[in-house]
């Protein structure tokens, strides 16, 4: 089947290779209504939420904020600033754990709640039809607002490229399993997301959205399918369940039939995506001036007893959601930020809910058995057969151990989009993603190594040319000094002095003098010496 | 109590090498079954040897190799190669041959290769094929499919005859291979190769008492069986359909289009697929995933390859039979299949 | 006779080869990177001195000229082994009388202590100090190749070598040596 425009429109879905189906387990939380997380009595907000650079600090420790106050501010480059989650006094700002599966800490402003969670106000754009497209962004910027799908990147900048597109996909899949989170944002506030899909069709000058669905979630179906009534300009589109129907580059190719090139955006093929969250939250800080503050979680797994989705303010103490949400950890419990696909495990529980952090996961060891011993490498293909992107997983397995850059980039290792389905089928257990992860950051870290050893290349060279440099000017200057001494000195003989000459051959000769007086005089003494021995 | 830190994916599909494993030698029941039926308990008593072998040569170099024999024992395939060479051998060979196929498959093909996965060639097939070319005579001495022979051999007969060579009675391999009428019988494929190459017709060779069923006494219902256990894994997702439906369609297409322009001359499309090592190759030991391309396109060619060479040696080879040689001729391709099949990755030009 | 023929014939022949591999080597000509440039671009840049040689180009010269290649600390295992492939010889291990491979280091002034005699901005390789004469000076980190060549000329040895501190964007994933805190269980609270 041809990917042509007609196709589209007419709402064909195409297929993507590999891909597996593994329990969804979603009825444990997609069946209570999204309610707001109980304010905690402190917030640990990271700086950094985003992908990109991180904006400088405006708050003070001891200062007091109210909720929805920027703490900090972005300047010409690409970051977003991030609000205070609540009212209260900046208590700490230093290093502190943030939500990154290294556990390495980074800038943390803590905020010890004051319980009167007073807002700053909002500053809603007044007139929405005549504002520009600048102002929009800017509102977003302002707003800070990420990409809440879970890569997290500046949705302003994302909009920023003016290219022309042909469709605005709005990404409600939610293939990974046991995330429910935008499934009830559908159910709930299908209108605000359809909004926020109006906006961003007007931001991006596209003509028109489609709106991507898993097959599982008829609820959210049936309530989109209502709103959408009102919005001519966006269609909905049903996919079939599996994992990871939702991946950017999977969704793209089963609406459009497309593939993104490698290293390239969806922009390159006149496409762009965004996730339903993030199209509430547009809706909600252009047309309430809100900014990103809080976001839905998804709180499940067995061990927690209640489950469900939660409004939960950013900077949340994970601790706090889960004691709201009473859990009991088992022996080597693992809590894990995101679902079980691609979610990482938390060393403790201060790690803060962030803009990315769409699910908080805290399984039995029964329904989510802990890795067995890795075997070897039985090259059963199985990886190869869901692999959705079409690599040799084994293949990248076995260069990533034998530390193989060349060949990794040769088989596409950067293609790699981590979804796990490898891992997931694999018979040896091997975990593959992780192999691929740490292959990744070793060739980005040799890039840079790379870039750096040039820069200090270039470096030395010019110290060497200056030193060079500074060398030969010097001895030009003690030559031109000796000339002009030797110059002076001829005029000075012109002009009828001594020439210095004559003096230093004087000195000479009274010098050869004294010395011949001091040996007679010496072997005088040594005569005397011997006569008196 | 601390928390685990561990790398996604953190749920995994519970299938391991060893229920693998175990799923390949349960659908090895009906083959099995039916090889005692037709030819009595020696089969059980070459896996029990091949087995014990297996086991004991796989710990010595686990050991020689400085590590834990459990832990090569667990992933199961150790069992699979030996049960795969038990029954591919005649059910009433010495001892000592299985016992040598065995080691040799383990300790040469396997483990000095680098142990499980990184071996070239297929173990229980290069341990056939050693076996075939060191000890021709006790390896082509398939006995009679037990409603064609003069003699029935009970359990006990079949222990000593596997350990000495003689039946209680006293009775060696050569005789008991005599059928009815008198005259030496042969397996199926081997006959009819001998009278094709007297320039009999396959009507004529086909006359013969060995083909009494469609595809050769016993030998039909052996592949039949196998055929069942194969689809089984299939069914079971163990292996995909690409390396067997690939093998018999190499297999059937140049037979057929050789009995179509030269009818007369060569063996017919059911004693092919129905006949030898064919569908227990194809189902079972072509599918072996170490030696085996690892695209499904990689493993329709490599399945077509085997079954083309398997066609190639068993029409104009020296052998009766030609599956071993023809997977060990295409293990050697693997590497090549698998440069020139590997699929083009999500967004470099590949169409979707 | 036939001697004559044969002469002539693989005289003949010798001629032609000797065309085609002139022609070739003029047609098909390879502009390569003079060796030494190679050898300087896998070489770590750090600048140090370690193998003997006043920098990091003139131990590549000297590798051209068939010095040893496993003279490079800062370098290490890796730096040896692309040597070993591009100059085509065994590779060894890491010589250890210069030195043994060790954490990338960056260099830290204490400035209080700093007494503002610039030997140290002589001493850098790479102008990655910036001061001036009885003012502090401080070290510009990320130019900063941890070479230590500062270290030694300081007379208040107010210079440390601190290694470069692992952040979330340069991690390797090492999961192992993430701390994991320690919590009580809900039964040992109970």
């Not at chain 1, 917030?43 to 904006?55: C, L, W």
């Not at chain 2, 009428?181 to 094709?196: C, I, N, Q, R, V």
């Not at chain 2, 398997?310 to 693997?334: E, Q, S």
């Amino acid at each position: 089947m041809t990917a042509d425009p007609k196709t589209i429109a007419a709402g064909h879905i195409w297929t993507f290779p590999g891909g597996i189906h593994p329990p969804e387990r979603k009825e444990l939380s997609n069946t209570y209504p999204l309610r707001e997380l109980p304010l905690a009595t402190h917030y640990s907000v990271p700086i950094k939420q985003h992908s990109g650079e991180p904006g400088d600090i405006i708050v003070r420790v001891g200062q007091t904020v109210l909720a929805g106050q920027p703490l900090t501010q972005v300047g010409v480059g690409f970051g977003l600033p991030v609000h205070a989650p609540t009212s209260g006094t900046v208590t700490a700002i230093g290093p502190g754990r943030i939500a990154h599966p290294s556990g390495l800490p980074d800038i943390v402003i803590t905020i010890t709640a004051d319980g009167k969670d007073t807002f700053a106000p909002p500053l809603p754009i007044q007139d929405v039809a005549t504002a520009s497209r600048a102002d929009l962004l800017e509102q977003l910027r302002q707003a800070g607002i990420a990409g809440l799908g879970g890569a997290g990147f500046p949705t302003a900048q994302k909009l920023a490229l003016q290219r022309p597109l042909d469709y605005l996909i709005i990404n409600g899949v939610e293939c990974e399993p046991y995330i429910s989170a935008d499934d009830r944002l559908m159910r709930e506030h299908a209108t605000t997301i359809l909004r926020g899909t109006d906006l961003l069709l007007d931001i991006t000058q596209c003509p028109q959205a489609l709106i991507a669905i898993e097959d599982n979630k008829p609820e959210a179906i049936a309530a989109m399918q209502a709103a959408l009534t009102d919005y001519p300009r966006m269609q909905l589109r049903v996919v079939p369940t599996k994992y990871p129907s939702g991946g950017e580059k999977q969704l793209i190719q089963l609406l459009t039939g497309r593939q993104v090139p490698s290293r390239g955006l969806p922009i390159d093929i006149g496409l762009v995506m965004h996730n339903v969250g993030t199209a509430y939250a547009v809706a909600r800080a252009i047309d309430h001036g809100e900014p990103l503050l809080q976001r839905v979680v998804t709180v499940t797994g067995e061990h927690v007893a209640k489950p469900g989705n939660y409004w939960v303010r950013l900077g949340t103490p994970v601790e706090h959601v889960l004691q709201v949400t009473r859990y009991t950890a088992e022996i080597n419990q693992r809590v894990i930020m995101g679902g079980p696909m691609m979610g990482f495990t938390l060393p403790d529980l201060t790690v803060p809910v962030v803009k990315i952090t769409n699910c908080i996961l805290v399984p039995s060891t029964a329904e989510l058995a802990p890795p067995q011993q890795e075997m070897p490498c039985i090259r059963c293909g199985a990886c190869a057969d869901v692999c959705p992107a079409q690599l040799l997983p084994q293949q990248l397995q076995w260069l990533a151990k034998a530390k193989d850059y060349d060949g990794l980039n040769q088989q596409n290792l950067f293609d790699c989009i981590e979804c796990g389905a490898c891992a997931y089928v694999c018979p040896s257990e091997i975990p593959l993603v992780h192999y691929y992860r740490k292959a990744k950051a070793e060739v980005r870290n040799i890039a840079r190594e790379k870039a750096k050893a040039e820069v200090a290349r270039e470096r030395f060279e010019a110290r060497n040319e200056r030193l060079e440099r500074e060398k030969a000017e010097r001895l030009e200057r003690h030559r031109k000094a000796a000339e002009a001494r030797k110059q002076a000195q001829a005029e000075a003989v012109k002009a009828g002095a001594d020439n210095p000459q004559d003096a230093v051959q004087a000195a000479i000769a009274r010098a050869k003098a004294r010395k011949a007086a001091q040996l007679k005089e010496q072997q005088a003494n040594s005569e005397t010496d011997g006569e008196s021995s | 109590m601390s928390f685990t830190i561990a790398t996604s994916p953190h749920t995994h599909q519970r299938r391991t090498t060893q229920q693998v494993m175990r799923w390949v030698y349960l659908c090895m029941v009906p083959g099995v079954a039916a090889l005692t039926y037709f030819f009595g308990w020696g089969v059980w008593l070459q896996m029990l040897l091949a087995l014990i072998t297996a086991i004991f040569t796989e710990a010595a170099c686990m050991w020689l190799r400085g590590r834990s024999a459990r832990f090569a024992w667990r992933d199961h395939t150790a069992i699979v190669t030996a049960l795969l060479l038990a029954v591919s051998i005649p059910a009433y060979a010495p001892w000592w041959i299985i016992v040598i196929g065995t080691s040799f498959s383990i300790v040469v093909v396997k483990h000095v290769y680098g142990g499980v996965g990184q071996n070239l060639f297929n173990p229980a097939m290069a341990g056939y094929v050693l076996l075939l070319i060191s000890f021709p005579v006790q390896m082509t001495s398939w006995p009679v499919p037990q409603s064609l022979g003069q003699y029935t051999i009970n359990f006990a007969d079949s222990v000593s005859l596997v350990g000495s060579g003689y039946t209680q009675s006293g009775y060696n391999m050569e005789q008991l291979r005599t059928g009815i009428d008198g005259a030496t019988m042969a397996t199926p494929l081997d006959s009819m190769k001998t009278d094709l190459s007297r320039s009999l017709t396959p009507t004529e060779a086909l006359a013969k008492p060995i083909f009494n069923d469609i595809a050769g006494v016993g030998w039909m219902w052996v592949n039949i069986a196998f055929l069942l256990g194969g689809l089984a894994l299939i069914y079971l997702k163990i292996i995909s359909w690409h390396i067997p439906g690939g093998l018999l369609l190499g297999l059937a297409v140049p037979s057929i289009l050789i009995s179509l322009f030269a009818p007369g001359q060569a063996i017919g499309l059911s004693v092919h697929l129905l006949s030898g090592a064919t569908m227990l190759g194809a189902f079972f030991i072509a599918t072996d995933p170490v030696t085996a391309a690892t695209s499904n396109r990689g493993r329709l060619y490599f399945g077509l390859l085997i079954g083309f060479l398997t066609f190639v040696i068993r029409t104009w080879g020296g052998y009766p039979d030609g599956v071993a040689f023809a997977v060990l001729l295409a293990n050697m391709c693997v590497p090549v299949i698998d440069k020139y099949t590997q699929p083009i990755a999500y967004g470099h030009g590949g169409r979707s | 006779m036939s001697v004559l023929t044969a002469i002539l014939v693989f005289g003949g022949l010798a001629l032609l080869f000797g065309l085609i591999l002139g022609f070739a080597a003029v047609r098909f000509k390879v502009e390569s990177d003079p060796i030494v440039d190679q050898i300087d671009a896998i070489l770590p840049q750090t600048q140090c001195g370690q193998c003997g040689y006043p920098g990091c180009r003139p131990y590549a010269q000297a590798i051209a000229n068939g010095d040893a290649i496993n003279k490079c600390p800062p370098g290490g295992d890796a730096t040896i082994k692309e040597l070993a492939d591009l100059i085509g010889v065994e590779a060894k291990p890491l010589d250890s009388a210069h030195g043994a491979e060790d954490v990338k280091k960056v260099a830290v002034i204490r400035e209080d202590e700093c007494i503002g005699c610039t030997k140290c901005i002589q001493a850098c390789p790479v102008d990655a100090i910036l001061g001036a004469a009885k003012h502090m000076h401080t070290v510009i980190a990320h130019e900063c190749t941890g070479c230590d060549l500062c270290v030694e000329p300081c007379p208040v040895d107010c210079i440390d070598m601190v290694p470069v501190p692992t952040k979330p964007e340069t991690w390797q994933w090492d999961l192992q040596q993430i701390p994991v805190k320690m919590v009580a269980t809900a039964d040992q609270e109970s």
